[in-house]
């Protein structure tokens, strides 16, 4: 049967009618016709990331401690860099900023009174897992990073979360911490550990022991590792005490680059320095002091504060119609010691992720509208 010119038109018109009609979902800023071709680039991305090159980029990242400013950390930072000229990233730079980066001598813990004992101060090795079997001169001493560094033998004072109510709470019992050591639990919901040691030294305290409390992050809460992922009793959580939030970056070049060269400020205008001795326990170690009656407690905290490198590695593909509109994705990559998830898995997903757009570039010309911007770099809590 022959199908007239008025019919045909019809139904060409229906088709496209129907076709037009049918539920497509389309992004903000996209239409209709470039959501489609949207789809179709994504759907391709999304077939390029492996499991297993992240798995592969995650072992060598916590492969071994590396620490801001060591040789490691260094050698990870040239590594970055040439991976990202090899996937193809443009402009690919490595920025060297020159920090106050703080690095332990001593950090010790001993209870005088009623009886004389030391703090371990180390996590202990877990049979079914090498990785912690190591040798102490590898993981380095657990402490806080900008801690004011010396010595006091003072008694004893429990805390709880170490926040303001809590200081409220024993004032209204009639128990002053001034010029006493505290004894603080890290907090559920989270309070930075460089707040409690504000507020700690606010009040008049001499130094600051923070803990983790298993009924918050240990077999309180499930199995531990390695049954569970929950923290056991000998883990110590180490981390920076700066007061980061009253002035961001470095503390001796605030409001400017820390690029070598640059002007500095004294410590003792360092308004984010803390000025109170501060140190990390485990709940292993902590609950001796817990269970004490009226114990003094010595702690004894010698930080290395010298001025050192990192490195941050830019690279970037520039947009096709916005080249001067960034989008900026970052991760730190200094680890306390291995930093198995922080922050190394995150740098795994972000290496694997620069591989993926500069395949998708070379592929399909796959350039975004704005430049995209992949930025690696170590001193989490020491940023320039």
């Known amino acids: 049967m022959r199908i007239g010119v008025p019919t045909g038109l019809a139904i ?77 990233l443009e402009d690919v730079e490595v920025t060297t900023h020159e920090v106050l980066l703080p690095w332990p001598e001593e950090v010790r813990v001993e209870m005088m009174s009623p009886i004389r004992w030391p703090a371990s101060m180390r996590e202990d090795p877990i049979a079914e897992d090498s990785d912690t079997q190591i040798a102490r001169e590898r993981t380095g001493l657990p402490f806080h990073a900008y801690s004011a560094s010396g010595e006091v033998t003072a008694p004893l004072v429990v805390v709880g979360s170490g926040n303001p109510a809590d200081y409220e709470a024993l004032a209204r019992r009639g128990i002053d911490v001034r010029g006493k050591i505290v004894l603080a639990k890290y907090s559920v919901p989270y ?48 981390g920076g005490v700066v007061y980061d939030f009253m002035v ?14 640059a002007r500095r400020i004294d410590r003792a205008d360092a308004v984010s320095l803390p000025a109170i001795i501060s140190a990390p326990l485990s709940y292993k170690d902590a609950r001796v002091l817990l269970a004490a009656d009226s114990p003094v407690v010595r702690v004894v905290v010698r930080l290395d504060d010298r001025i050192r490198p990192i ?49 998708l570039q070379a592929d399909r010309g796959g350039r975004g509208r704005r430049a995209r911007s992949r930025c690696p770099h170590s001193g989490v809590r020491r940023l320039p």
């Open 311 to 359: 490195w941050t590695v830019t690279g970037m593909i520039r947009g096709s119609e916005h080249p001067e509109q960034i989008v900026i994705v970052g991760n730190h990559r200094d680890a306390w010691i291995y930093g198995g998830v922080d922050p190394s898995s995150g740098s795994a997903a972000l290496m694997e992720l620069a591989r993926t757009l500069g395949e």
């Open 191 to 238: 309070s930075y550990r460089g707040f409690k040691a504000l507020t700690a030294q606010q009040r008049g305290a001499a130094a600051i022991l923070i803990y983790s409390d298993p009924a918050d992050d240990g077999a309180g809460k499930g199995p531990v590792y390695p049954k569970g992922p929950w923290g056991p009793e000998s883990h110590i959580q180490r």
């Open 12 to 88: 060409a018109a229906l088709v496209f009618i129907v076709a037009w009609e049918r539920p497509v979902h389309v992004p903000f800023g996209f239409t209709r016709v470039t959501a489609v071709a949207e789809a179709d680039v994504e759907g391709h991305f999304l077939a390029l990331p492996s499991a297993d090159r992240i798995r592969d980029e995650h072992g060598v990242f916590a492969g071994e401690p590396h620490m801001a400013g060591t040789e490691r950390d260094h050698h990870l930072m040239a590594r970055t860099r040439d991976e990202f000229v090899a996937f193809g």
């Open 248 to 261: 961001p970056g470095d503390p001796l070049t605030p409001g400017w680059p820390s690029l070598p060269g």
